[in-house]
């Protein structure tokens, strides 16, 4: 059982380029999520989804895109990469967002560390 | 103001100490969620504990113990007999309706046991 699956795990980019994170989970989860960590800051929720077909923005999503096509997959878009979007970026996901579907008991990829010059 | 407040940057103990990692929310609603999660040096964050607001009880599991108490708004984590394989970063969350019961995250508490 493979779990939360997120490619690429390191990935430079400069100013501008674009590039998609992908994210995979094989556990049936409807709720997926996308988060960045930086020093000290913990971590920020940047767009999250309920199930395939929806999606909704999180604390900090400007620069960011997302879409759930498929129950499985919740890949991450930067359109035009920034410096502050240096980041390690994971993916969360879970059975849903209700106490009785495990609410917030997340199961993490192993984070893609971007660095933007 | 930050719903969550893990006031300790790093704490370092020899191994065997009894360690404890402090959590303060804040929230008004009356139905909410706490969370710790742990990650380790490799990176991967690993869920710990969920606790309701209704359930004030204290957890135990193995060496972990975790201390819920509303009246202070605290949510404290205690490590007895510490080991080094507990080094790790550790976050304290909150969900509450809301956000949207999405997770507000502390800025976690860095571990360092030493041998």
Known sequence: NAGVTQTPKFQVLKTGQSMTLQCAQDMNHEYMSWYRQDPGMGLRLIHYSVGAGITDQGEVPNGYNVSRSTTEDFPLRLLSAAPSQTSVYFCASSLGLLASSGAGELFFGEGSRLTVL | ?115
């Open chain 2, 1 to 115: 103001a930050q719903k969550v407040t893990q006031a300790q940057t790093e704490i370092s103990v020899v191994e065997k100490e009894d360690v404890t990692l402090d959590c303060v929310y804040e929230t008004r609603d009356t139905t909410y969620y706490l969370f710790w999660y742990k990650q380790p040096p490799s990176g991967e964050l690993v869920f710990l504990i969920r606790r309701n607001s209704f359930d004030e009880q204290n957890e135990i599991s193995g060496r972990y113990s975790w201390n819920f108490q509303k009246s202070t708004s605290s949510f404290n984590f205690t490590i007895t007999a510490s080991q080094v394989v507990d080094s790790a970063v550790y976050f304290c969350a909150l969900s509450e309706m809301d956000s949207n019961y999405q997770l507000i995250w502390g800025a976690g508490t860095k571990l360092i046991i030493k041998p």
